[in-house]
């Protein structure tokens, strides 16, 4: 399976693994599952960090460069992705979501998340 991990998830895979929750640490563990992350996530740690959000206290460059090193398929956002936010009801407001659910469902990945609301576009996300 291939999973795309929301931000949260991703940041504490690469620093806090001790925050993810077990069903999380499970899947990612699984040699069975492809792990990919957005350049959606590193463009939302890039401007809450700049915006001085302790809880994106983190180098994305060193970040982008761990994840590779560490096997992660990095995915681009592609007009595609961006058409396709259209098709999302109003559920969540935040627009880094919103891109990260549009690509899992073009794409044919499951979006692992640990944010209920996200939850509630069904098709492609798993809460863990």
Same mark, same amino acid.
């Given at each position: 399976?291939?999973?795309?991990?929301?931000?949260?998830?991703?940041?504490?895979?690469?620093?806090?693994?001790?925050?993810?929750?077990?069903?999380?640490?499970?899947?990612?563990?699984?040699?069975?599952?492809?792990?990919? &992350?957005?350049?959606?996530?590193?463009?939302?740690?890039?401007?809450?960090?700049?915006?001085?959000?302790?809880?994106?206290?983190?180098?994305?460059?060193?970040?982008?460069?761990?994840?590779?090193?560490?096997?992660?398929?990095?995915?681009?956002?592609?007009?595609?992705?961006?058409?396709?936010?259209?098709?999302?009801?109003?559920?969540?407001?935040?627009? &880094?979501?919103?891109?990260?659910?549009?690509?899992?469902?073009?794409?044919?990945?499951?979006?692992?998340?640990?944010?209920?609301?996200?939850?509630?576009?069904?098709?492609?996300?798993?809460?863990?």
């Amino acid at each position: 399976m291939n999973l795309l991990l929301d931000t949260h998830l991703l940041l504490w895979a690469a620093g806090q693994p001790e925050k993810l929750p077990a069903q999380a640490q499970a899947l990612l563990l699984d040699s069975a599952h492809q792990l990919v &992350f957005s350049s959606a996530s590193l463009w939302e740690i890039t401007i809450k960090q700049g915006l001085g959000r302790p809880d994106f206290n983190v180098d994305p460059r060193r970040l982008w460069r761990l994840l590779l090193a560490n096997g992660y398929r990095e995915l681009p956002i592609t007009s595609e992705h961006t058409l396709a936010v259209n098709d999302l009801p109003p559920l969540h407001k935040d627009p &880094f979501d919103r891109i990260l659910v549009a690509q899992a469902r073009v794409e044919g990945l499951v979006l692992l998340t640990v944010d209920a609301v996200v939850e509630g576009y069904g098709e492609g996300v798993k809460r863990v």
